[in-house]
Antibody
Framework: QVQLQESGPGLVKPSQTLSLTCTVS??????????WSWIRQPPGKGLEWIGF???????YYNPSLKSRVTISKNTSKNQLSLKLISVTAADTAVYYC?????????????WGQGILVTVSS | EIVLTQSPGTLSLSPGERATLSCRAG???????LAWYQQIPGQAPRLLIF???RRATGIPDRFSGSGSGTDFTLTISRLEPEDFAVYYC?????????FGQGTKVEIK
């Protein structure tokens, strides 16, 4: 059974770079069956999809964040990473990593438990 | 970008009642790439329905999904105490993938 676990700093200063890691167990991120995504949720608000990376390494980002975000993967560590530059208080959110089936209508699932990142000086 | 609009924003009902949640898309969602999630505060979203009408593994049959094109519905036939939560629809057929703003089902 695949499990995803986010990790990283819980506090980032404004204008700095937010860096998170998602460790995947029970499956390989090199598998050609999935997209691997990041999604975020500001406190008390709804969900915002950030982007995904495919097995081939191709990426797609939400246009609203495209200029600031990079998603990559480390296949040797079976990890997914997220970098968001030039953060502001508006980037304060719970950040989730999740998997989506590439070849079927099975959606974004499962999700990690999420990690709260606060942007504050 | 496909905008998803959920209604109502809040639904106040009693246990045992039927809940009907709506999700309307600004464009046609291809091939039923529409899912519904339940979120309890402090937890990650839990998948309920995918492909517009297919229940995910382990989801009780009181949850059902329907619809196609631009109009989709999540129905909870008889509310149980654990069903009071926020529900999101999600389209994943067209990038960028998007979510509705959520419907909160609260105890009346």
């Amino acid at each position: 059974q695949v499990q995803l676990q986010e990790s990283g700093p819980g506090l980032v200063k404004p204008s700095q770079t937010l860096s998170l890691t998602c460790t995947v167990s029970g499956d390989s991120i090199s598998s050609d069956d999935y997209y691997w995504s990041w999604i975020r949720q500001p406190p008390g608000k709804g969900l915002e999809w950030i982007g995904f990376i495919s097995y081939s390494g191709s990426t797609y980002y939400n246009p609203s964040l495209k200029s600031r975000v990079t998603i990559s993967k480390n296949t040797s560590k079976n990890q997914l990473s997220l970098k968001l530059i030039s953060v502001t208080a508006a980037d304060t959110a719970v950040y989730y990593c999740a998997r989506r089936d590439l070849w079927s209508t099975y959606p974004t699932d499962p999700w990690g438990q999420g990690i709260l990142v606060t942007v504050s000086s | 970008e496909i905008v998803l609009t959920q209604s109502p924003g809040t639904l106040s009902l009693s246990p045992g009642e039927r809940a009907t949640l709506s999700c309307r898309a600004g464009q046609t969602i291809s091939s039923g790439f529409l899912a519904w999630y339940q979120q309890i505060p402090g937890q990650a979203p839990r998948l309920l329905i995918f492909g517009a009408s297919r229940r995910a593994t382990g989801i009780p049959d009181r949850f059902s999904g329907s619809g196609s094109g631009t109009d989709f519905t999540l129905t909870i036939s008889r509310l149980e105490p654990e069903d009071f939560a926020v529900y999101y629809c999600h389209q994943y057929g067209s990038s960028p993938w998007t979510f509705g703003q959520g419907t909160k089902v609260e105890i009346k």
